[in-house]
C-alpha cells in the first residue's frame, strides 16, 4: 500500500466535479473513475502548462503503468482536488505522483502513480522529452518523501 501523501507535497491540484455517474453500486466514486480522475489532472495540466497538443502533436504520451490505494471514500455530490507531482523524469519516461483530496482536508482519500512514456507519433518509438516539457514537468518534482 502507497502511503497517504500530505496535501503541502504538492504544488500542483486539479479541480474535479464529480457526478451521479461517478458512483458505483455502493455509492462511492468507483476505483475506475480515481484512475480516470488522476489522467485528467495529468493531460489537464500537459495542456494548459505545456500547450501540449494530445491529439495532432509531434509527440504522444501512452500510460504504461498506474496505481492506487484508497483510504477514504468519496463520493457525488463532493468536490475534490488531484493533487499532482513528478517523481521521475528519465528519457522518456515520466512518473507521476497523485493524490485525491475534499477541499481543505490534508488527507487524502486516494493517492498513487502514473508512468507515461512520451513517444514520436509518426514512428511511434519512445524519444526523450523535449527541454521545456522537461523543464515544465521538472515544476512539479516532489521530494521523496511524498
Do not use: K, W
Not at 505522483?97 to 490534508?106: M, N, Q, S, T, V
Not at 513517444?119 to 515544476?139: C, D, K, M, N, Q
Request: proline share 6%; with cysteine.
Amino acid at each position: 500500500m502507497i502511503e497517504s501523501p500530505d496535501r503541502t507535497a504538492f504544488s500542483h491540484f486539479h479541480p474535479i466535479l464529480t457526478r451521479p455517474q461517478d458512483n458505483d453500486h455502493n455509492g462511492h466514486i468507483a476505483g475506475a473513475t480515481v484512475h480516470g480522475f488522476f489522467e485528467t489532472a495529468i493531460q489537464a495540466f500537459l495542456v494548459e502548462q505545456a500547450e501540449f497538443d494530445l491529439r495532432e502533436g509531434d509527440l504522444a504520451a501512452f500510460v504504461v503503468s498506474s496505481a492506487a490505494d484508497f483510504y477514504a471514500l468519496p463520493g457525488f455530490p463532493d468536490l475534490l482536488e488531484v493533487g499532482l507531482g513528478v517523481t521521475r523524469l528519465a528519457g522518456s519516461t515520466v512518473e507521476y505522483r497523485l493524490a485525491l483530496y475534499r477541499p481543505g482536508e490534508a488527507d487524502a482519500c486516494a493517492a498513487g502513480t502514473v508512468v507515461q512514456v512520451f513517444i514520436e507519433r509518426a514512428a511511434g518509438r519512445p524519444v526523450p522529452l523535449p527541454e521545456a516539457l522537461h523543464t515544465i514537468l521538472s515544476g512539479l518534482q516532489l521530494d521523496a518523501q511524498a
